[in-house]
């Protein structure tokens, strides 16, 4: 099993975690271990306590096999570490009662675990591994719907009480794939249902976890077209017409307020006007080109989401995306500003 199969697997097992309205925390440590997938540690607790754990990562799990595998993970060397947590993709009710007996913790990505230290115990056993739910959720069709769907409840956290078509819409997904994206963000904490109202469970983990995600995924997928500017310096003069053109980036930094001048005009829209060619003289830029540039983005939304942020920008969830996308130390502090003066309220960090 590869490194990066390894780390899959333990991200979808913490999720199932936080399904079960745990938190979970991954970390790095710096000191070597024995344990395969050595130096990754969780801590995972509630409101009231904690448990810090070094994970073990075995993908397939058989009957004949947990005492050597508990053996395996008990070793001398790691006497006074944290715990071993047996990280699996699925453990049969069998293999979650033989490892109970064997007081081995363990959590599988469909929500199967037993945790048990410190006031917590934690034992769900018999939840099934559904093979096309599975293949549905690996698929990179389902990971650009996700995060359509989280970035529409971000611009909007009152649009999760609103009938799934309306979700759907907002997003520009189907109603297949917003079902499997809810019932992801379920379980994993994001989305919260009291009674039967939903309601977006608003943190700055949330907002980084799809900016991230956006930076590596979708992003990409957005870039229609980049040109040749003479005078950067006048972009503030251009006007566009927010009903079809919209600042992104550093350029809508500066209209929200932060001390920047902006290296890169974004401007998201599906064409830009005729009169803005020959006034500004805009010519297209060749790959290799990297100073005096407009990028034109196309929107990846529903149009029944509002995305307009002041003075003609796109939301401030989405600048201070784009802003940590570019890497520049400027950028980076420049989206830290938006977050503690547009988001901060809908998005803590707690």
């Not at 913490?14 to 050595?38: W, Y």
């Not at 040749?228 to 503030?236: N, R, T």
Request: hydrophobic share 40%; aromatic share 6%; with cysteine.
């Amino acid at each position: 099993m590869s490194t990066q199969d390894q780390l899959a697997l333990l991200e979808r097992a913490a999720q199932a975690l936080r399904g079960h309205g745990l938190t979970v925390s991954v970390q790095k440590d710096h000191r070597p271990v024995s344990l395969q997938q050595a130096g990754t540690w969780l801590r995972v607790g509630n409101h009231v306590c904690g448990l810090d754990y070094a994970a073990v990562v075995r993908s397939r799990l058989k009957r004949g096999a947990i005492g050597a595998v508990v053996n395996q993970l008990r070793s001398p060397d790691d006497a006074g570490g944290p715990l071993p947590l047996l990280i699996s993709d699925h453990v049969t009710p069998s293999l979650a009662r033989e490892l109970w007996e064997h007081r081995q913790q363990f959590v599988d990505t469909t929500g199967n675990v037993y945790l048990e230290g410190r006031g917590l115990y934690v034992f769900v056993s018999g939840r099934k591994r559904q093979e096309k739910q599975r293949a549905l959720l690996a698929s990179k069709a389902y990971a650009v719907a996700r995060l359509k769907v989280l970035f529409a409840l971000i611009c909007d956290p009152e649009l999760a009480a609103e009938p799934l078509g309306e979700i759907a819409s907002a997003a520009d997904v189907t109603g297949r794939m917003l079902s499997a994206v809810i019932a992801e963000l379920k379980q994993r904490g994001d989305l919260l249902v009291d009674g039967k109202r939903r309601r977006l469970n608003g943190r700055k983990r949330l907002l980084d976890d799809w900016a991230r995600a956006y930076a590596l995924g979708l992003r990409v997928k957005t870039l229609s077209a980049r040109y040749l500017v003479p005078d950067v310096a006048s972009w503030s003069d251009w006007l566009p017409n927010p009903e079809r053109l919209r600042w992104g980036g550093e350029s809508a930094a500066v209209l929200l307020g932060c001390d920047l001048q902006p290296g890169l005009l974004t401007l998201y829209g599906d064409k830009l006007p005729t009169r803005l060619f020959i006034k500004r003289r805009l010519e297209p830029a060749g790959p290799v080109a990297y100073e005096n540039l407009l990028e034109l983005r196309k929107p990846f939304w529903g149009k029944s989401l509002r995305v307009d942020g002041p003075l003609g920008t796109v939301a401030p969830s989405l600048v201070y995306a784009d802003l940590l996308a570019t890497g520049h130390p400027r950028c980076v502090e420049a989206a830290r500003m938006i977050y503690h003066t547009r988001l901060a309220r809908l998005f803590p960090e707690i």
